[in-house]
């Protein structure tokens, strides 16, 4: 049994293909953040709604679905304020009502396991940050009652184990954080966790970002972005 863990695909869909078509999988899970920042939201959505069985929501899935305006003139917020509006005119009634159907938490029986899934934190699902802090994950774990929690959220992988149990952060499918802009994502086999990246043909993502008609101060930070896995990369090479 192999399944694929992926988390933050952003509507970047050459990066989700390249897995897909590349990796051989049973079961796929994604741990949400299926829309915002990329210029290919509907073939996400419906890849994500006829591939994987378990799929939770995320804190972008859940503001274009429920038409939550982006706040913010920098960074992030900045891009997420714009693309939020393009999904909108994107995304087909049908594919917003399942973004708004999904699940905030899911438990799984896997390899004589109980997985929990959560965008964020058990603490607060959507939105907490929490990176690969064993004491931090150590609190928030103590409610529940898995052996594997499996997260998204801040666009970097890890793995870590927190009193015999492990926290799995696969990293993100379309949007890199830290540094590698290659596609990041996990797979499970038989119990065994793997983090693993795929290059893709990102000049597919920057094109079509080109084509959009988001502001260009918008399509060349996401652009950057894109090319320097992550956005303090980018500034730091003063590239927007
Ligand atoms: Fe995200």
Redesign the pocket.
């Known amino acids: 049994m192999r399944i694929l863990i992926l988390a933050?695909i952003?509507a970047n869909w050459p990066a989700l293909e390249a897995i897909v078509r590349h990796e051989s999988f049973d079961e796929c899970w994604c741990v949400g953040?299926i829309v915002d920042y990329g210029p290919f939201a509907r073939e996400c959505v419906d890849w994500v709604r006829e591939n994987c069985r378990v799929v939770v929501r995320?804190n972008?899935d859940h503001a274009v679905a429920h038409f939550v305006n982006g706040r913010g003139d920098e960074g992030y917020r900045y891009l997420a304020r714009v693309t939020r509006e393009w999904m909108w005119k994107q995304l087909t009634a049908d594919q917003l009502r399942f973004l708004m159907k999904l699940p905030v938490t899911r438990d799984v029986t896997c390899f004589n396991r109980i997985v929990h899934l959560v965008h964020a934190t058990p603490r607060d699902p959507l939105d907490e940050y929490l990176g690969a802090n064993e004491r931090q994950w150590a609190d928030r774990l103590k409610q529940v009652p898995a052996q594997l929690v499996c997260v998204?959220?801040t666009?970097v992988p890890f793995l870590l184990e927190v009193d015999g149990r492990a926290v799995l952060n696969p990293g993100?499918v379309g949007?890199p954080r830290d540094g590698d802009p290659r596609a990041s994502y996990a797979v499970i086999e038989d119990g065994r966790i793997e983090l693993l990246r795929r290059e893709y043909p990102l000049d597919q993502t920057v094109d079509a970002i080109r084509h959009t008609d988001w502001p260009d101060r918008a399509k060349e930070l996401a652009i950057a972005t894109l090319t320097c896995g992550g956005m303090r990369q980018a500034l730091r090479v003063g590239s927007p």
């Open positions: 933050d952003h953040d995320g972008h998204g959220h666009h993100s949007q």
